[in-house]
T-cell receptor
Framework: GAVVSQHPSWVICKSGTSVKIECRSL??????MFWYRQFPKQSLMLMAT?????????EQGVEKDKFLINHASLTLSTLTVTSAHPEDSSFYIC???????????FGDGTRLSIL | AQKITQTQPGMFVQEKEAVTLDCTYD???????LFWYKQPSSGEMIFLIY??????QNATEGRYSLNFQKARKSANLVISASQLGDSAMYFC???????????FGKGTRLSVIA
């Protein structure tokens, strides 16, 4: 069964709305989680590293004020897309776990469509 | 510089045949891991196989095997006896050290033909 749960799966909303996406590790504690973004027919690009109890680390070119990340517990990280616009429409996917030889576990992703 | 290179945007294979998906990587870290993931049209990332930089043997998982050539920095995925359900995007990824994010290649879209 899924070890990382991501909600919601789909979001369609109006421009200017803020959208929160949750990523939960179900049967393990995750001090670190990763948020990726994927445009159609492209690869996954790392947006940020979410660290429990401290600030997230953002990749170059990712707007910190646009994509707010909160990792308040060892099992939950949230990504909030603030004042979303059509160009923010994308597939967002989180991952957690995986040290050394263990694979990272991915959530099922969130398809965000901003009208 | 790109760390993971997948040079095949798309591949076709006949059902029941074997197919090799290419992946080359670039790193100066002696400790790294190489992963292959499958992404069907529904979007979820399905882990297929892992190869560690210190592993002496090529990894195998059922119909999947990884042809690891360290000196050439290549980690090709071999799928034997292709099935229609294998049609998907395939991503090669690398992690340097531990507890670090994966870096993905651009992916290869595999289409299995009946």
């Amino acid at each position: 069964g899924a070890v990382v749960s991501q909600h919601p799966s789909w979001v369609i909303c109006k421009s200017g709305t803020s959208v929160k996406i949750e990523c939960r590790s179900l049967d393990f504690q995750a001090t670190t989680m990763f948020w990726y973004r994927q445009f159609p027919k492209q690869s996954l690009m790392l947006m940020a590293t979410s660290n429990e109890g401290s600030k997230a680390t953002y990749e170059q070119g990712v707007e910190k004020d646009k994509f707010l990340i909160n990792h308040a517990s060892l099992t939950l990280s949230t990504l909030t897309v603030t004042s979303a616009h059509p160009e923010d429409s994308s597939f967002y996917i989180c991952s957690a776990g995986g040290q050394y030889s263990q694979p990272q576990h991915f959530g099922d992703g969130t398809r965000l469509s901003i009208l | 510089a790109q760390k993971i290179t997948q040079t095949q945007p798309g591949m076709f294979v006949q059902e029941k045949e074997a197919v090799t998906l290419d992946c080359t990587y670039d790193t100066s870290d002696p400790s790294y891991g190489l992963f292959w993931y499958k992404q069907p049209s529904s979007g979820e990332m399905i882990f297929l196989i892992y190869q560690g930089s210190y592993d002496q043997q090529n990894a195998t998982e059922g119909r999947y095997s990884l042809n690891f050539q360290k000196a050439r920095k290549s980690a090709n995925l071999v799928i034997s006896a292709s099935q229609l359900g294998d049609s998907a995007m395939y991503f090669c990824a690398m992690r340097e050290g531990s507890a670090t994010p994966l870096v993905f290649g651009k992916g290869t879209r595999l289409s299995v033909i009946a």
